[in-house]
């Protein structure tokens, strides 16, 4: 799954975005944790629904093969928000499901049906008892379609012939029992035969092929799809509506891209991508694609990112459809990004699939890790890893402070689950294993990966299956050198200095445990893979393995500037002593692109820590120029939109604001603010990160050419193209007048597509007027746009900084709403989103309080996290104050 909670990032404001380790053992059903009960497991479901939009509901029946392993007088599956009807059951030795439809034969024995609605289970018990063997249980059962993306869920868009509606499901982690009764843990893996009693004249899509359709009634039809292997619930899908497709093919493969009307342009992208994606993954993994068919699904509307289903891939519109014409770079290298992430899950997680919600991370830091390599590797010009470090600093900044968690940890509730959706699982993980295959080499690794899928294919796994393929093909004890940095919470540091004995130059290393705002953290220590750069240097001049003691390294003779973590391979810090960081911030520009991206989000991190003065950071800036990279350029820019928002409010700001414009309007004007002919889509982008700076900075002359293109814009759409649409809109938002905000609202209200709506609503919500921010607020419960686009407003008002105030007070006052509105997993987390624009500890206590007074405890850990985001924002600004006001004074002296 691939959430996205926030509005695309096109603004810097937004950036936040020894070992007492447990030996973990390999994979056990019995082990396992899980509230179902062990002894029944399930082979196979025949499962039938009609959903029926109408009324909001849909009916259903299945049949469900088990095996009962031992003598039980009960069965226990899960069923959550679902009426059952009735529960047969009768044995099965000797013979499976038999026939389609359900049979109902006389020997079917009536089951007592006890809902246990606390843990979202129901029991089903015989007058007696159901003995070791094959059983059949029968159940009918109806439901709700929800009007938030879970379970079955409802679609409201506009097309291009008028409104319309149609429906998906999303059931990962914990709401396919939502929908059918059913053995909701990932460890329980059965096969599924769908059958859909649909109008005529809509499609359903569904994980495997159709192998049947027939007519059934005058306006309806029964569409039933091919068994699917065995695989976990939250994996199986459907979705029905007026779809329209192009296909492909690899090899015996069909692939094809689904979308609604009007949108057949917007697709060709996608179905390329399959195709060189599939061809891509098969050949890394050496396991074939295990279905006859891969589907991707553009749905205009539902939910915010896409969701991995084995064979039909559902996708917000917004993150899968890509028009040459209209979008920006950014679109086309995120949609690549996440198609890859997605397809990397039909090996990892699907065909694998982790035991227990605990190990998400072997789903999530895989798919990241390998949709990330994979996108590297297809588009070298895209320089896609370096772009992906750049999000370090808020990873780690989260990562260093007392609401973190370890990669592994354990899991109980539904919402524990929900929240494990998040940054150290996603980014810590795919930087770690991003790590470890730089530590064992290329080969090993994807050799250890290989056996791994062929061992465990359509199997569960916990980490340690997975360290024990990569010892045997490294012949090195992975599990020893992964405990700490999977089974720890937190990152080193390493602490370097140089010493020089005549003409031999040597580096010291030692680690100690990087931390922010944490003075009890517990005093932890990691196997840190230590490499080492020079300017020019391809790779590294050296490498260590530190441990618990400090490391000497001889360099030779020689006065090179000496820099650790050569090309940002590793997921540590690294603070340089004076005379070190002296010398690199002389020559940190010489250094590879990669290295000089690490060494900005390193020294970024030595303010934070306050081995660093924020003026000596902002020095670091104008060694940049229009030649510099454009990820260099996209870290340079955080760190200074940072340190803008944390000024929000005060008089500096200005003077602040104007050194800035100062420094880099040459840069600008040498790129000019039209795209020229010959310009490299990484030029495109840079002249739009520049802009968006310093138009949200206040530079006169890209406000008015803002607006200036965007008096064309309303006349002609097609006059403003690629990444200067998003962010010319977003500064027109900012500055906008009541009439401004009035026609971009009006152009939202018309789009047809989810990326249009999206981005002209991040524009209003950016504006700076506290009547708009507030007309913005007020929109997010009017109904006029999908839920997750409407509870994103208040996430969006807030992020500015300038308006968290009002976000928070309509937060208080609507939480329950809004809450309802989002449904799904990730309550917890957006409730942090609401209250992501403060900056002062008084604010975090609050949020904190509010939760522990409203939700239950279960909502504390990630009540927390979000206290520590603006904790670590009061801590920096508080921290470069003084700093950044002499920095502003130094330019007078220039
Ligand atoms: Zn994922």
């Given at each position: 799954m691939k959430p996205i909670l926030a509005f695309p990032s096109f603004s810097?404001?937004l950036?936040l975005s020894?070992?007492?380790?447990?030996?973990?053992?390999?994979?056990?059903?019995?082990?396992?944790?899980?509230?179902?009960?062990?002894?029944?497991?399930?082979?196979?479901?025949?499962?039938?629904?009609?959903?029926?939009?109408?009324?909001?509901?849909?009916?259903?029946?299945?049949?469900?093969?088990?095996?009962?392993?031992?003598?039980?007088?009960?069965?226990?599956?899960?069923?959550?928000?679902?009426?059952?009807?009735?529960?047969?059951?009768?044995?099965?030795?000797?013979?499976?499901?038999?026939?389609?439809?359900?049979?109902?034969?006389?020997?079917?024995?009536?089951?007592?049906?006890?809902?246990?609605?606390?843990?979202?289970?129901?029991?089903?018990?015989?007058?007696?008892?159901?003995?070791?063997?094959?059983?059949?249980?029968?159940?009918?059962?109806?439901?709700?379609?929800?009007?938030s993306p879970v379970?079955?869920f409802l679609i409201k868009y506009k097309s291009?012939?008028?409104?319309k509606?149609m429906i998906a499901t999303q059931f990962e982690a914990?709401d396919?029992?939502?929908?059918?009764?059913?053995?909701?843990?990932?460890?329980?893996?059965?096969?599924?035969?769908?059958?859909?009693?649909?109008?005529?004249?809509?499609?359903?899509v569904?994980n495997?092929?159709?192998?049947?359709?027939?007519?059934?009634?005058?306006?309806?039809?029964?569409?039933?799809?091919?068994?699917?292997?065995?695989?976990?619930?939250y994996l199986?899908v459907l979705v029905?509506g007026?779809l329209d497709h192009i296909e492909g093919?690899?090899?015996?493969?069909?692939t094809r891209v689904w979308f609604t009307e009007g949108k057949r342009n917007k697709a060709l992208y996608a179905l390329k991508n399959s195709e060189r994606l599939l061809?891509y993954f098969?050949?890394?993994?050496?396991?074939?694609?295990?279905?006859?068919?891969l589907d991707h699904i553009a749905l205009p509307g539902g939910f915010g990112g896409a969701m991995e289903h084995w064979g039909a891939i559902t996708y917000n519109e917004s993150t899968v459809l890509f028009d040459p014409a209209q979008n920006s770079q950014d679109t086309k290298e995120r949609s690549f990004a996440i198609m890859a992430h997605e397809m990397a899950h039909q090996w990892f997680g699907n065909?694998?699939?982790?035991?227990?919600?605990?190990?998400l991370?072997?789903n999530e830091g895989f798919a990241s890790w390998m949709g990330t390599k994979a996108t590297d590797?297809l588009n070298?010009?895209w320089?896609h890893w370096?772009r992906v470090?750049t999000g370090?600093?808020g990873?780690?900044?989260?990562?260093?402070?007392?609401?973190?968690?370890?990669?592994?940890?354990?899991?109980?509730?539904?919402?524990?689950?929900g929240?494990?959706f998040d940054g150290?699982t996603y980014q810590?993980g795919m930087?770690?294993?991003?790590?470890?295959?730089?530590?064992?080499?290329?080969?090993?690794?994807?050799?250890?990966?290989?056996?791994?899928?062929?061992?465990?294919?359509?199997?569960?796994?916990?980490?340690?299956?997975?360290?024990?393929?990569?010892?045997?093909?490294?012949?090195?004890?992975?599990?020893?050198?992964?405990?700490?940095?999977?089974?720890?919470?937190?990152?080193?540091?390493?602490?370097?200095?140089?010493?020089?004995?005549?003409?031999?130059?040597?580096?010291?290393?030692?680690?100690?445990?990087?931390?922010?705002?944490?003075?009890?953290?517990?005093?932890?220590?990691?196997?840190?893979?230590?490499?080492?750069?020079?300017?020019?240097?391809?790779?590294?001049?050296?490498?260590?393995?530190?441990?618990?003691?400090?490391?000497?390294?001889?360099?030779?003779?020689?006065?090179?500037?000496?820099?650790?973590?050569?090309?940002?391979?590793?997921?540590?810090?690294?603070?340089?002593?004076?005379?070190?960081?002296?010398?690199?911030?002389?020559?940190?520009?010489?250094?590879?692109?990669?290295?000089?991206?690490?060494?900005?989000?390193?020294?970024?991190?030595?303010?934070?820590?306050?081995?660093?003065?924020?003026?000596?950071?902002?020095?670091?800036?104008?060694?940049?120029?229009?030649?510099?990279?454009?990820?260099?350029?996209e870290?340079?820019?955080?760190?200074?939109?940072?340190?803008?928002?944390?000024?929000?409010?005060?008089?500096?700001?200005?003077?602040?604001?104007?050194?800035?414009?100062?420094?880099?309007?040459?840069?600008?004007?040498?790129?000019?603010?039209?795209?020229?002919?010959?310009?490299?889509p990484?030029?495109?982008l840079?002249?739009a990160?520049?802009?968006?700076?310093?138009?949200?900075?206040?530079?006169?002359?890209?406000?008015?050419?803002?607006?200036?293109?965007?008096?064309?814009?309303?006349?002609?759409?097609?006059?403003?193209t690629g990444a200067?649409r998003p962010t010319?809109l977003r500064?027109?938002?900012?500055?906008?007048?009541?009439?401004?905000?009035?026609?971009?609202?009006?152009?939202a209200?018309?789009a047809t597509l989810e990326e249009e709506s999206g981005m002209l609503l991040s524009a209003?919500a950016?504006?700076?007027?506290?009547?708009?921010?507030?007309?913005?607020?007020?929109?997010?419960?009017?109904?006029?746009f999908s839920p997750v686009q409407s509870t994103r407003l208040?996430s969006a008002?807030?992020n500015?900084?300038?308006?968290?105030?009002?976000?928070?007070?309509?937060?208080?006052?609507?939480?329950?709403?809004?809450?309802?509105l989002l449904g799904g997993p990730f309550?917890?987390a957006y409730?942090?989103s609401?209250?992501?624009?403060?900056?002062?500890?008084?604010?975090?206590?609050?949020?904190?309080?509010?939760?522990?007074?409203?939700?239950?405890?279960?909502?504390?850990?990630?009540?927390?996290?979000?206290?520590?985001?603006?904790?670590?924002?009061?801590?920096?600004?508080?921290?470069?104050?003084?700093?950044?006001?002499?920095?502003?004074?130094?330019?007078?002296?220039?």
């Amino acid at each position: 799954m691939k959430p996205i909670l926030a509005f695309p990032s096109f603004s810097l404001f937004l950036v936040l975005s020894c070992l007492g380790v447990f030996a973990e053992e390999p994979f056990s059903f019995n082990k396992t944790p899980g509230k179902l009960p062990k002894t029944v497991v399930p082979h196979h479901y025949e499962l039938s629904l009609k959903p029926k939009i109408e009324s909001s509901s849909f009916t259903g029946s299945e049949v469900i093969e088990v095996e009962v392993l031992e003598s039980v007088s009960e069965i226990v599956l899960n069923a959550h928000n679902l009426t059952i009807a009735t529960a047969h059951s009768r044995s099965a030795d000797g013979g499976g499901i038999p026939t389609t439809p359900v049979p109902t034969s006389a020997h079917w024995k009536d089951l007592a049906i006890s809902l246990d609605v606390t843990n979202q289970c129901v029991n089903l018990r015989s007058s007696t008892a159901f003995a070791p063997g094959r059983h059949l249980i029968r159940l009918d059962f109806s439901g709700k379609i929800s009007q938030s993306p879970v379970g079955m869920f409802l679609i409201k868009y506009k097309s291009p012939s008028g409104p319309k509606e149609m429906i998906a499901t999303q059931f990962e982690a914990t709401d396919a029992r939502q929908v059918f009764p059913c053995f909701d843990e990932p460890a329980f893996r059965a096969s599924f035969s769908l059958t859909v009693e649909v109008p005529l004249g809509v499609t359903p899509v569904s994980n495997m092929p159709v192998s049947q359709s027939v007519v059934s009634t005058e306006t309806s039809k029964k569409v039933s799809f091919l068994k699917t292997p065995s695989m976990p619930t939250y994996l199986l899908v459907l979705v029905v509506g007026e779809l329209d497709h192009i296909e492909g093919r690899v090899g015996g493969i069909e692939t094809r891209v689904w979308f609604t009307e009007g949108k057949r342009n917007k697709a060709l992208y996608a179905l390329k991508n399959s195709e060189r994606l599939l061809t891509y993954f098969q050949k890394y993994f050496d396991v074939p694609f295990p279905l006859p068919k891969l589907d991707h699904i553009a749905l205009p509307g539902g939910f915010g990112g896409a969701m991995e289903h084995w064979g039909a891939i559902t996708y917000n519109e917004s993150t899968v459809l890509f028009d040459p014409a209209q979008n920006s770079q950014d679109t086309k290298e995120r949609s690549f990004a996440i198609m890859a992430h997605e397809m990397a899950h039909q090996w990892f997680g699907n065909l694998v699939t982790m035991a227990w919600w605990d190990n998400l991370w072997l789903n999530e830091g895989f798919a990241s890790w390998m949709g990330t390599k994979a996108t590297d590797n297809l588009n070298p010009s895209w320089n896609h890893w370096l772009r992906v470090d750049t999000g370090k600093i808020g990873l780690m900044a989260l990562d260093a402070q007392k609401s973190t968690h370890p990669i592994q940890r354990p899991v109980k509730s539904e919402s524990q689950i929900g929240d494990s959706f998040d940054g150290i699982t996603y980014q810590k993980g795919m930087f770690f294993i991003r790590m470890l295959e730089d530590y064992l080499g290329e080969e090993k690794f994807q050799q250890g990966l290989r056996q791994y899928m062929k061992r465990h294919a359509f199997g569960n796994t916990t980490t340690a299956d997975l360290w024990a393929e990569m010892a045997e093909a490294s012949q090195q004890d992975v599990a020893r050198f992964a405990a700490g940095w999977t089974e720890q919470p937190g990152l080193p540091v390493i602490l370097a200095s140089t010493t020089q004995v005549g003409r031999e130059k040597s580096v010291v290393l030692r680690q100690e445990r990087f931390t922010l705002l944490d003075p009890n953290a517990q005093p932890l220590k990691w196997k840190v893979p230590v490499t080492i750069a020079t300017p020019g240097s391809k790779g590294s001049l050296a490498r260590t393995l530190l441990e618990e003691t400090p490391v000497s390294l001889k360099l030779g003779a020689g006065n090179q500037p000496i820099k650790l973590n050569a090309g940002s391979r590793g997921y540590y810090r690294t603070a340089y002593d004076a005379p070190m960081f002296k010398q690199l911030s002389c020559s940190w520009h010489k250094f590879s692109p990669s290295d000089q991206v690490n060494f900005l989000s390193d020294a970024f991190a030595m303010v934070e820590t306050e081995r660093l003065s924020a003026s000596e950071y902002l020095d670091l800036i104008p060694a940049m120029g229009k030649g510099t990279s454009l990820p260099v350029w996209e870290q340079g820019l955080a760190g200074l939109g940072l340190i803008d928002s944390l000024l929000e409010g005060n008089v500096m700001q200005r003077g602040y604001r104007s050194r800035v414009i100062a420094l880099l309007q040459s840069v600008v004007a040498e790129i000019g603010f039209q795209s020229r002919a010959g310009d490299s889509p990484q030029l495109g982008l840079l002249r739009a990160r520049l802009m968006g700076l310093l138009g949200g900075l206040g530079s006169q002359a890209i406000i008015d050419e803002a607006r200036k293109r965007f008096t064309f814009y309303v006349k002609d759409p097609s006059s403003l193209t690629g990444a200067l649409r998003p962010t010319l809109l977003r500064i027109v938002g900012q500055y906008a007048s009541k009439e401004d905000y009035a026609e971009l609202l009006r152009l939202a209200r018309a789009a047809t597509l989810e990326e249009e709506s999206g981005m002209l609503l991040s524009a209003i919500a950016s504006a700076s007027n506290p009547d708009l921010a507030n007309q913005t607020l007020s929109l997010s419960l009017a109904g006029e746009f999908s839920p997750v686009q409407s509870t994103r407003l208040v996430s969006a008002v807030s992020n500015t900084g300038r308006h968290a105030s009002l976000a928070w007070d309509f937060m208080k006052q609507h939480h329950r709403q809004l809450m309802e509105l989002l449904g799904g997993p990730f309550m917890n987390a957006y409730a942090g989103s609401t209250v992501a624009g403060f900056s002062d500890t008084a604010h975090a206590t609050e949020y904190v309080e509010f939760i522990k007074a409203n939700y239950p405890p279960d909502a504390l850990a990630k009540a927390e996290e979000a206290a520590d985001r603006i904790r670590y924002k009061a801590h920096l600004k508080q921290l470069i104050s003084s700093s950044v006001e002499s920095w502003i004074s130094s330019s007078n002296a220039d």
